[in-house]
């Protein structure tokens, strides 16, 4: 199972990925080992789905991102919960 994840960082911007160990992947990016988040510690999972393989879970990366991850997030996740 691979899990799609999305962080809410200190700068209130999010970042989407994907792992296959959530909890191991959560901790590298809070310990500022992620060059994409180091700056903007410390952050927060605010979303994650589990996905069967890794190419369903990349193909739902790319649409997130595609519709501009903080559009996705606010329309699908923040506002149904």
């Known amino acids: 199972m ?3 994840y999305i ?3 200190s700068n209130d911007e999010y ?3 994907i792992t296959k160990d959530i909890d191991k992947r959560f901790k590298q990016h809070n310990e500022g080992r ?3 988040t180091r700056k ?3 952050c927060k999972i605010t979303y994650s ?3 069967p393989d890794y190419r369903t879970a990349r193909q739902q ?3 997130i991102k595609v519709q501009g991850l903080g559009r996705w ?3 699908n996740i923040m506002f149904t919960q």
């Open 15 to 17: 970042y989407c990925g």
């Open 49 to 51: 789905n589990l996905y």
């Open 34 to 36: 992620s060059k994409s």
């Open 2 to 4: 691979i899990t799609l």
């Open 61 to 63: 990366e790319k649409k």
């Open 7 to 9: 962080l809410k960082l």
């Open 40 to 42: 903007y510690l410390p």
């Open 73 to 75: 997030y606010r329309k």
